[in-house]
């Protein structure tokens, strides 16, 4: 039983670049989250996915886009990379009754130049 | 104003000793309280839920103040493991959206 897992752990995008970031997890999780961690900032919430099939917007969604392929899987998208989105990205997901308790993957650094 | 304020510190406590931290948040509708631990380049994980009545982990004690909207957390008989970021973590109800705070920074001083 991995958890949530995320990939890829780091990557550098110029400006301008697109990227996927992937999330998947094996718990049967209803719910998935994207956050940006910053320095100061603490979690933010970008996306959530309540259960298979919808997605709505967090706190800072601006520049971002989201997919639930399915129970497991959850990507985020940057389609137009700025260094404003350059931050710590973690995947969380919650059971689906009753506990709030969200579960992490370990996170993607990334480095928008 | 930010939903859920902590003091950043950083803490820095001798082994042995006891600490505690506190938070603040806005939003009388929470309904969910929790502590998260965030170790160095690592996710958060849960270290503890905050009842209304507090509540005890072994060395851990959370209590929840809702007429204050005021969270605490003591750790007595501090150990070097215990040196991570405290993230304090309010939920509003159905939502199943969990709201944290920036975190408070502990080391553990041998």
């Known amino acids: 039983n991995a958890g949530v897992t995320q990939t890829p752990k780091f990557q550098v995008l110029k400006t301008g670049q697109s990227m996927t970031l992937q999330c998947a997890q094996d718990?049967?999780?209803?719910?998935m989250y994207w956050y940006r961690q910053d320095p100061g900032m603490g979690l933010r919430l970008i996306y959530y996915?309540?259960?298979?099939?919808?997605?709505d917007k967090g706190e800072v969604p601006n520049g971002y886009n989201v997919s639930r392929l399915n129970k497991r899987e959850f990507s985020l998208r940057l389609e137009s990379a700025a260094p404003s989105q350059t931050s710590v990205y973690f995947c969380?997901?919650?059971?689906?009754?009753?506990?709030?308790?969200?579960?992490f993957g370990p996170g993607t650094r990334l480095l928008v130049l | 104003r930010k939903e859920v304020e902590q003091d950043p510190g950083p803490f820095n406590v001798p082994e042995g000793a006891t600490v505690a931290f506190n938070c603040t948040y806005s939003?009388?509708?929470?309904?969910?309280f929790f502590w998260y631990r965030q170790d160095c380049r690592k996710e958060p994980k849960l270290l503890m839920s905050?009842?209304?009545s507090g509540n005890e982990d072994g060395r851990f004690t959370a209590q929840l103040n809702r007429a204050s909207q005021y969270i605490s957390l003591l750790i007595r008989d501090s150990k070097l493991s215990d040196s991570a970021t405290y993230l304090c973590?309010?939920?509003?109800?159905?939502?199943?959206?969990?709201?944290f705070g920036s975190g408070t920074q502990l080391t553990v001083l041998p």
């Open positions: 969380a997901s919650t059971p689906t009754s009753g506990d709030v308790t969200q579960y």
């Open positions: 718990m049967n999780h209803n719910s």
């Open positions: 996915s309540a259960s298979e099939g919808t997605t």
């Open positions: 939003n009388s509708a929470s309904q969910s």
């Open positions: 905050v009842y209304s």
């Open positions: 973590v309010v939920s509003k109800g159905s939502a199943r959206q969990l709201t």
